[in-house]
């Protein structure tokens, strides 16, 4: 079970103080700590570091009342053993303020849960503890162990955890069943996208096959043709001569395209390119492909999201391949044509299939992705010739699971903020006095 609290993961934990004498002996330890091998044991030496290097905590008067809650007291003690936790997380800002407010948040958590008869068992506790060591890839009693070499008690740590517990109990008891997310909603969320939803991409290709055992020809082939192109004329200088793709009389140049349309592989190699920029080879199987991005376009309202893709793939042999392509083409009109090409003929030669854009092969995918449906290409595809035909193309169908979790994801908001005005309202109506 994850506490509520808004505490960073442990493996950020360092002490980090303005001014502090020990600042060597801290940079060592952060750097134990994000270290790839980081371990429990390098964790606890370095925990151990710390506590033998910082300012001993004033003993005087520890458990002395700081500040009451209701008439519940708030120690010295606990006040300096959350601003120490704290320091070990690597909190920013004022730790002994941020430490009392927090204890006080967590003395009304636990107040209102008293008031709903909400308790945590030791099993959940445990879990609880559990789960927060496990980010740091520890055991609780490893965290535990490592809080101690650095003055925290697990007395500390325990009442953190089930203070978070219990709240999330409160939540769920007050206000589950009186949050409810419409359809609409979901829709409206689902309709604004990840950020690509919609973006349009106007690209060059240049595509050079690589047959079995001349993967690395071809590579290094790109990488010298690429290392020629200063612009984008001399990029359409260099696919007339060199690219196997069906846009190379054109200059390796597409059409505008929705950015769905092309396959995962090719997603993040276009957005990561600039205008005019040439992207890296890309190993599309059976081939290796440089791509240039001419322009990007995003839309003002909503657009298309992921996409399916009805496709049909004709092999050919690679050395009548073009020819009998060129024939193929004159005779068809839709997908459904080529099975009377292919009548007679083994199975595989003809395959018929309808798969999100994203999942396409590469190569597959790029070809695919500026036809429109009853169009067709051919190219190369390492020993074979491959004639490509779009059938059809369609936004995905309602996912239920993708609606379920979106909508899920909007109740855990809105109960994240009831959340955070109950405690609001706990806070104005509490008592809250020093000594």
Same mark, same amino acid.
């Given at each position: 079970m994850t506490p509520t609290h808004r505490v960073p993961q442990f493996q950020q934990i360092a002490a980090e103080r303005p001014n502090d004498p020990c600042e060597e002996k801290k940079m060592m330890i952060r750097a134990v700590v994000k270290a790839p091998a980081f371990t429990p044991l390098a964790l606890i030496l370095a925990l151990a570091a710390l506590l033998l290097g910082a300012?001993?905590?004033?003993?005087?008067?520890?458990?002395?009342?700081?500040?009451?809650?209701?008439?519940? =007291?708030?120690?010295?003690?606990?006040?300096?053993?959350?601003?120490?936790?704290l320091r070990l997380f690597q909190t920013q800002g004022d730790l002994e303020k941020e430490a009392l407010k927090a204890l006080i948040e967590d003395r009304l958590r636990m107040s209102a849960a008293k008031a709903l008869k909400i308790t945590a068992t030791p099993e959940q506790i445990m879990g609880g503890m559990e789960e927060f060591a496990s980010r740091a890839n520890l055991t609780a009693e490893q965290f535990v162990a490592a809080l101690g070499q650095a003055g925290v008690s697990a007395e500390t740590f325990?009442?953190?955890?089930?203070?978070?517990?219990?709240?999330?109990?409160?939540?769920?008891?007050?206000?589950?069943? @009186?949050?409810?997310?419409?359809? +609409?909603?979901?829709?409206?969320?689902?309709?604004?996208?990840?950020?690509?939803?919609?973006?349009?991409?106007?690209?060059?290709?240049?595509?050079?096959? +690589?047959?079995?055992?001349?993967?690395? =020809?071809?590579?290094? @082939?790109?990488?010298?043709?690429?290392?020629?192109?200063?612009?984008?004329?001399?990029?359409? =200088?260099?696919a007339r001569r060199n690219s196997a793709a069906a846009t190379a009389g054109r200059g390796g140049r597409l059409e505008w395209m929705p950015l769905a349309n092309l396959p995962a592989a090719l997603t993040p190699v276009i957005l990561g390119l600039a205008p005019g920029e040439v992207s890296q080879p890309v190993n599309m199987g059976g081939a290796v492909g440089l791509f240039q991005l001419r322009a990007i376009e995003k839309p003002n309202g909503p657009g298309v999201g992921s996409v399916n893709v009805d496709y049909a793939q004709y092999s050919l042999p690679a050395a009548t391949g073009a020819a009998e392509a060129a024939t193929i083409r004159a005779k068809v009109d839709t997908c459904n044509d080529l099975y009377a090409i292919a009548k007679g003929q083994p199975a595989d030669r003809l395959i018929r299939e309808t798969k999100p854009a994203s999942t396409l092969p590469t190569n597959?995918?790029?070809?695919?992705?500026?036809?429109?449906?009853?169009?067709?290409?051919?190219?190369?595809?390492g020993a074979a010739h491959v004639f490509l035909m779009l059938c059809a193309r369609n936004p995905v169908a309602d996912d239920s699971a993708t609606r379920d979790s979106m909508r899920e994801k909007l109740i855990n908001e809105q109960l994240a903020a009831k959340a955070q005005s109950l405690l609001e309202e706990l806070r104005f109506d509490a008592i809250i006095r020093e000594p």
């Open positions: 300012a001993p905590i004033q003993a005087q008067n520890l458990f002395a009342p700081r500040v009451y809650v209701n008439d519940r =007291a708030i120690t010295e003690f606990e006040v300096q053993q959350r601003v120490q936790m325990r009442d953190f955890v089930q203070a978070g517990l219990v709240w999330r109990e409160v939540v769920r008891a007050t206000y589950v069943g @009186r949050i409810s997310v419409s359809d +609409a909603e979901v829709d409206r969320v689902l309709a604004k996208g990840d950020g690509t939803t919609g973006v349009r991409v106007l690209v060059s290709e240049l595509v050079i096959p +690589a047959p079995a055992g001349q993967e690395k =020809a071809a590579l290094d @082939r790109a990488n010298r043709i690429r290392s020629q192109i200063t612009s984008e004329s001399s990029f359409a =200088a260099s597959t995918g790029r070809a695919l992705a500026s036809l429109d449906p009853g169009e067709s290409v051919d190219f190369p595809s």
